[in-house]
């Protein structure tokens, strides 16, 4: 059984480990298109603010050295009848079972002069090695554009390096997929007091160069140009779904993926940030992005490869993040979309917490502060029970449990 993964971050390491789980004597080969063998993508940012040594970027795994690991290698066409890869350098690769671990791209800001060698995304090591050049030129101010997570955590890095750092952010609230409102100023909050100024509502318009450099980024009004020596874009990121493209099935959020993570074409599954799966929260098919839901599904992909025939329980979007003292946790749906989803929200100052429910079924909470017994009820979204199934007080000040796990009284 010649089996192929396309992709070797987290899914596809993964997918890739537990076909070899299954088949040890499996003939695997595992594509990527980055110089480098599996990373630990997660630690771009504690590279970036000084925090992580470059050593601890690989993910060392024994799979990788009963496989072909093919480093600079990108797949540019799918022929799924003859069960053929074309790779960019023209070789024909063939296989019995293919994995689609595509991951995906950052999304660019859509201005004019992007493509300046100080404007960077921050996904990968080369992002990270290119804002390292920029530091090492000279960069003393830094402007990220962009709100979400990949923004913050770049904009907290890069005032730790000491650089005079602005997020700006065009929603109306920093987070606005993983956290509400409240949340959300407690984060910008902790963001200020580390030395990131803090813009919301600012919709960048233009990019300012001089000598081929971006030297401003120009912003609608009321607000006007910010000066800089750096831009970093963090405006998301967009599923990297163009070798599933005109094969008669829509691919713009993700390739869709069944109960086993197959695709509509034969002997094609998908895992990780290219994958459209069914959010158990929102209960239809969402693409969720993260790490750990990439992990999970590349290694019940790869299972299903090597002959299981195992059932994904869904997705669901789960976000941690520290700043200083500050810890925000936060799972499924944080901003009710219509009346029928009713808000619980407990204690507020220092400490956030909220619940969302749906017809009396947990389907989001969000913390902020003290965070640490998250874990509970993000365990209880996923499962989806209902809020008085629950046996503790998700609202209290803390979530006492103990005494229920323990048998006390």
């Not at 869709?256 to 959010?279: C, F």
Request: with cysteine; glycine share 12%.
């Amino acid at each position: 059984m010649r089996y192929v993964v396309v992709g070797a971050s987290a899914a596809g390491l993964a997918a890739a480990e537990a076909v070899l789980g299954l088949d040890p004597g499996a003939d695997l080969t595992l594509l990527t298109d980055e110089p480098h063998p599996p990373y630990c993508r997660p630690l771009l940012s504690y590279a970036l603010a000084g925090d992580t040594p470059d050593s601890l970027f690989p993910l060392p795994s024994p799979a990788l050295t009963r496989l072909d690991l093919r480093t600079d290698t990108r797949a540019v066409a799918l022929e799924p009848r003859e069960k053929r890869l074309r790779l960019a350098s023209g070789e024909a690769l063939a296989y019995d079972r293919l994995c689609l671990a595509t991951g995906a791209g950052a999304k660019s800001a859509g201005l004019p002069g992007e493509g300046a060698p100080n404007v960077v995304g921050f996904r990968t090591r080369a992002d990270l090695a290119a804002i390292e050049a920029e530091l090492a030129r000279g960069a003393r101010r830094a402007a990220v554009l962009g709100g979400g997570l990949v923004g913050v955590k770049a904009a907290q890095a890069l005032a730790a390096r000491g650089l005079e750092t602005a997020l700006f952010a065009t929603s109306g609230h920093l987070l606005s997929q993983a956290a509400d409102a409240p949340a959300a100023a407690l984060v910008a909050a902790a963001l200020e007091a580390e030395g990131v100024r803090v813009e919301v509502g600012a919709r960048p318009v233009s990019l300012v160069a001089e000598g081929g450099r971006v030297t401003g980024v120009r912003f609608a009004p009321p607000r006007s140009l910010e000066p800089c020596d750096l831009v970093v874009v963090g405006k998301g990121v967009a599923p990297r779904t163009e070798l599933v493209a005109g094969f008669g099935f829509d691919a713009t959020r993700g390739v869709a993926a069944d109960g086993q993570l197959r695709t509509p074409l034969a002997d094609v599954w998908v895992a990780g940030d290219a994958a459209l799966t069914h959010d158990v929260a929102w209960n239809r098919p969402r693409p969720n992005p993260l790490w750990p839901l990439a992990v999970e599904q590349g290694t019940l992909a790869g299972r299903n490869l090597a002959g299981a025939a195992e059932t994904y329980p869904g997705s669901l979007a789960m976000n941690s993040l520290r700043i200083g003292d500050l810890h925000l946790v936060s799972a499924g749906i944080v901003t009710p979309p219509d009346p029928t989803y009713q808000e619980h929200p407990g204690p507020q100052g220092q400490t956030y917490r909220k619940l969302v429910t749906h017809d009396g079924v947990l389907v989001g909470a969000v913390f902020a502060g003290d965070a640490d017994q998250a874990g509970l009820l993000v365990s209880a979204v996923r499962a989806g029970m209902r809020l008085e199934e629950l046996p503790f007080d998700p609202l209290g000040e803390r979530i006492h449990w103990g005494r229920y796990a323990f048998g006390g009284q």
